[in-house]
């Protein structure tokens, strides 16, 4: 699958020449990531949480403890919806209306099952710290029975999607370009500070590789 | 009002010692920034897209064009909940169950009307524009009656609310600190670039201050 088909639920409908529902930029889009936000009903009323999140194809996995109220409204829906967005700047125009942001934001839609085998759960949490930062998982403490056995897992099955990207300057009214106003571009850019060891951390022992390598890509 | 009280809709479940109500808390976390998840029901469906926002005292406005699917539904449903969070760092910890991030994420969940009047309008579209950046509203093109006649402008009063903050170190399980395993915080935070000039501006056209004055605020 190239492209999600368009459907009542996926389809931009303001700014649509901004949309894409290609799966390639989608997945881009979610793995510069690994925050999300995942939407659903509670009492009859929408809300939303941030959630981290790992991808692996078209699946998406998220955990928590086994009484995680969120989690247990996913499964018993059997659907979610999870958007994740990057602000990349503000568009500074020369009239109010046409100010906006850079951005990119993808909107899933999918399926929702509780992972129950032991060994799916934990390639799922590996999945999720692989999001979060590459090559940690087999440089920490084992997972044992009893921590899974307290984590819940669920995949969302992705079944259509769409994104949004803006990434050009400003765009005003003709008859405003001739206007005395500076209007122009700031760029906004999420970064790592240098890495902070924990209290409990001996002096000779060095930051490991992986660690500085998250710095060094995500420093200012 | 300095504690939202608590509800089954607020009450915070999981982790409540990172809990807070307090009104003005939860008001320094909406103005950290101006980009909130509005959640809300389409075709029996939880999602939220994210929207920039305004913020004054217990008042969060919204606007778009008068076809706007979310805004129309929101307005329909006379309620909405909005979630706003600020990622403040990585948390690697000796054990993958422990791996965390720092945080502050606020959500507010309210009543809501369509902002009919002219005046009260453009009071909330310079709330709007202040929130992203300030002092800026009266240096552009003044809002026109067509500008303003094509614009929804939604108010949510905020009933309730809820946040989490967690800005600590490590918190391992107590036989893990023993491990020869590095743990620590990685730093994450939002900057700005310097600003770039629209292509229409004359290279005579200084910056104004206001926008120097958000780069210098917010630069690395």
Redesign the interface.
């Known amino acids: 699958m190239k492209e999600y088909s368009k459907s009542?639920?996926n389809r931009v409908?303001?700014g649509n020449k901004r949309a894409t529902y290609d799966v390639e930029k989608i997945n881009t889009i979610l793995d510069a990531g690994f925050?999300g936000?995942v939407?659903?009903?509670?009492?009859g009323?929408?809300?939303?949480?941030?959630m981290?999140y790992g991808r692996k194809d078209n699946k998406i996995y998220l955990h928590?403890?086994n009484?995680?109220?969120m989690l247990l409204t996913l499964i018993e829906a059997k659907?979610?919806?999870m958007?994740v967005?990057h602000?990349d700047g503000?568009v500074?125009?020369?009239?109010?209306?046409h100010?906006s942001?850079n951005?990119r934001?993808a909107?899933l839609?999918g399926t929702v099952r509780k992972v129950e085998n032991d060994t799916d759960k934990e390639a799922a949490?590996v999945c999720f710290?692989e999001q979060?930062?590459e090559n940690?998982?087999d440089?920490?403490?084992p997972?044992n029975q009893k921590?899974l056995d307290r984590?819940l897992v669920v995949e969302m099955t992705i079944e259509t999607a769409s994104a949004k990207i803006r990434d050009v300057?400003?765009e005003d009214e003709p008859e405003?370009?001739d206007?005395?106003?500076?209007?122009?571009?700031?760029?906004?850019?999420?970064?790592?500070?240098?890495?902070?060891?924990?209290?409990?951390?001996s002096e000779n022992?060095?930051?490991?590789e992986h660690?500085l390598e998250?710095?060094v890509i995500?420093k200012?």
Chains 1, 2 share one sequence.
């Not at 009323?45 to 941030?50: D, E, R, V, W």
């Not at 500074?92 to 209306?97: D, E, F, K, N, V």
Request: net charge positive; with cysteine.
């Open positions: 009542k639920l409908k303001r925050l936000y939407s659903y009903i509670y009492d009323k929408a809300l939303c949480l941030p981290g928590g403890s009484a995680n109220r659907e979610m919806s958007t967005t602000l503000l500074l125009a020369r009239s109010g209306l100010h942001v951005y934001s909107t839609f949490l710290m979060m930062i940690r998982w440089e920490i403490r997972i921590e984590t300057g400003v405003d370009y206007l005395d106003i500076w209007a122009g571009i700031v760029p906004i850019r999420q970064i790592a500070d240098y890495p902070i060891s924990d209290k409990g951390i022992m060095k930051i490991p660690v998250y710095y995500n200012s």
